[in-house]
């Protein structure tokens, strides 16, 4: 989902918020690099060929394995996301070896096919809804152009101006393609998700918990994050953590996830304020969710809903992502997929989200992690 460009592919690339990127010598413990531009395919050394072909067997049958296992509990998440790492194995095998090209054409409308069905979809349910004039046919036509704006980037030439405007760069590979169209759509996805679904969402939330699958849901995310950066594709171990920005926890990283989690917390108590005395009908419904969705949980469920969101989305949103698309854009989408709150709470989200890219760049992903699972324990303990 979220490779760096070819140009990069022997470090992190830098990230837009982060100022100017220290050079560094190449690791040795990565793979070779995928070509410069599309369709120039170097000659790998054949050793390498074989490791990164090693690589892409035990992700068919770990894939396979999970995926077969996903369907049979049940897991749509899961499956999903398993689904979503399988394509983007495809597109890092592409990158690597011209050999692999059929596979990933042979899937490369996926993404893009399934996008537009979904905002068809989001207007079909809007177009049912409550919702009356020039509100409702305005929503209707933002989801239809969405659709079409999805199904567009089928195209080559639309999918790589895409990779350039999202990722700012020349160089584009079929990974930066498939990222930029899942990017796309969750952008896309905030405004007609949240007025086609909220009445569901809001009436579901105790329904929608108890199917939870929060192992599942978190072993999905990492999967997604791993085949994102190309583990045992392009990178091994060692440079796959680090690429990700998962580090141990110092004494100084420490002192940041305290700092943190007071400032998440109190960030949410002075805007959870504000939302109650100037929009107390907002502040009913996002309540009314929350409540529902987390009210009942018992300790043992908070902490497996806190290991889950905050470790599955830091290492994909942040750790995966941010240094690609930048802490703006990124927090951006962080808020849009979070369509179950109303407006308010989706900027709160936003904000939220900035804080935590903030301490990704400054220390790494795993002490946003830190602070996001705490936070998120403390918030659902206390709802």
Partial sequence: MFSDPP???DGEPPDPQAGPPKEREPAASELPPAPMTMGAFPPAEPARLWTAEKGLLCWLVALAAIGVGALILREQELALLVALSGLLIAAQAADFDARWDGLYYAVSWVVPVAAAGTFVALAVLLFQSELLGL??????????????????????????GLVRA????????RSDQLCARLVLAGLLLAVPGWFALRDYLTDDSQTLMEQLPLGGGLLGYVLLALAAVGFLVRRDLRATLDRLGLKPLTVSHAATVVLGVIGLLLLNKGADSLQQHAFPE???RDQEFNEA?????????????????????????????????????????FASLHIQYSWYGMGVIFALGLILGAIRQRTSTTAAMAVHVIYDIVAVLAT
């Fill in 7 to 9: 140009a990069f592919r």
């Fill in 135 to 160: 509100p409702r046919w305005g929503l209707i036509f933002f989801a239809g152009a969405s659709a079409a704006a999805c199904l567009a980037t089928a195209f080559p030439p639309i999918a790589d």
């Fill in 166 to 173: 999202l990722f700012s760069t020349d160089l584009v590979s």
């Fill in 282 to 284: 907002l502040w009913k």
């Fill in 293 to 333: 969705l987390a009210g009942g949980l018992s300790h043992v469920q908070a902490v497996l809903l806190g290991l889950s969101a905050g470790i599955g989305e830091e290492i994909t949103i942040r750790g995966a992502l941010q240094p690609r698309l930048g802490l703006v854009l990124t927090s951006v989408l």
